[in-house]
């Protein structure tokens, strides 16, 4: 099964920047979607941006306009470019990858934004 290996994230005052990064283990697993997903405290988990095989891409209507998503598709690599973050985007952040019948989750790193 593919594994995602999550790096960034951390701790950052009210109007900076971080950036994900996710890596899948597996080269040769079909990727038809893969994406960001977060979980605040005390919160269901949601999904924050995602991209498609095809190219597209689609956000939660909260961070339009300061995440960027993007993807490395040679080196099956996902990036979350996050800009402009508040406090309410304070978050344990999930890699997520689905293809082939199969997905599967990273680990989680935590962003936390400082008011």
């Known amino acids: 099964q593919v594994q995602l290996v999550e790096s960034g994230g951390g701790l950052v005052e009210a109007g900076g920047s971080l950036r994900l990064s996710c890596a899948a283990s597996?080269?040769?697993?079909?990727?038809?979607?893969i994406g960001w997903y977060r979980q605040g405290s005390g919160k269901q988990r949601e999904l924050v941006a995602i991209?498609?095989?095809?190219?597209?891409?689609h956000y939660t209507e909260s961070v339009k306009g300061r995440f960027t998503i993007s993807r490395d598709s040679a080196k099956n690599t996902v990036s979350l470019q996050m800009n402009s973050l508040k406090p309410e985007d304070t978050a344990v952040y999930y890699c997520?990858?689905?293809?082939?019948?199969?997905?599967?989750w990273g680990q989680g790193t935590q962003v936390t934004v400082s008011p």
């Open positions: 597996e080269s040769t697993f079909r990727i038809n979607a």
């Open positions: 991209i498609y095989s095809s190219g597209l891409t």
């Open positions: 997520y990858v689905a293809g082939g019948g199969d997905q599967a």
